[in-house]
T-cell receptor, first 114, second 107 residues
Framework: NAGVMQNPRHLVRRRGQEARLRCSPM?????VYWYRQLPEEGLKFMVY????????ESGMPKERFSAEFPKEGPSILRIQQVVRGDSAAYFC????????????FGQGTRLTVV | DAKTTQPPSMDCAEGRAANLPCNHS???????VYWYRQIHSQGPQYIIH???NNETNEMASLIITEDRKSSTLILPHATLRDTAVYYC????????FGKGITLSVRP
């Protein structure tokens, strides 16, 4: 019974490159959430997706960031043209339903932009 | 989502009960109270949740006041491994994390 799997665990990108972060939800979960945690700060909601749909992207930066959760395969958080300020831990969570949010989190991807 | 207020930090002795308070005076009828914790820089861990009634599981107990405006998370026998940031969240949909309370368990 695997939990939420995120990969890679650590990712180093040079400024201007693209970063792709993957999240495989728990089996049977169709709701995925992405959060960002800057160093020494709290977790900030970014986006909430269901299969093939973006439900709430109120926390996503307007430019360079996008997310998808296709019918098959993991959810992807994509950051284009990364800048040093994108360096953070990105956490993914999944749940089986809206409302009762017993969400399970992955161990995160630590993105470092050099 | 309703806002929550937690003290910034507290400590307790190993083996004793840790009682973590949370105020959520603007909670609405369909919002649940959730508690999560984050140990060091790991992914947040679900602890417990409730709507109106008190709840207990293998990790903790959740006491919700009758008016639902506040709650207390109880760790009955705190261990050093319980040192973490604990988040009280009130929500119906997405989880919005505040600053949480840092619990330090001392030997």
């Amino acid at each position: 019974n695997a939990g939420v799997m995120q990969n890679p665990r650590h990712l180093v990108r040079r400024r201007g490159q693209e970063a792709r972060l993957r999240c495989s939800p728990m089996k049977g979960h169709s709701h995925v959430y992405w959060y960002r945690q800057l160093p020494e700060e709290g977790l900030k909601f970014m986006v909430y997706l269901q299969k093939e749909n973006i439900i709430d992207e109120s926390g996503m930066p307007k430019e360079r960031f996008s997310a998808e959760f296709p019918k098959e395969g993991p959810s992807i958080l994509r950051i284009q043209q990364v800048v040093r300020g994108d360096s953070a831990a990105y956490f993914c969570a999944s749940s089986s339903s809206l409302g009762v949010q017993r969400a399970f989190f992955g161990q995160g991807t630590r993105l470092t932009v050099v | 989502d309703a806002k929550t207020t937690q003290p910034p930090s507290m400590d307790c002795a190993e083996g004793r009960a840790a009682n973590l308070p949370c105020n959520h005076s603007t909670i609405s009828g369909n919002e649940y109270v959730y508690w999560y914790r984050q140990i060091h820089s790991q992914g947040p861990q679900y602890i417990i949740h409730g709507l109106k009634n008190n709840e207990t599981n293998e990790m903790a107990s959740l006491i919700i006041t009758e008016d639902r405006k506040s709650s207390t998370l109880i760790l009955p026998h705190a261990t050093l491994r319980d040192t973490a940031v604990y988040y009280c969240i009130v929500s119906y949909s997405k989880l919005t994390f505040g600053k949480g309370i840092t619990l330090s368990v001392r030997p």
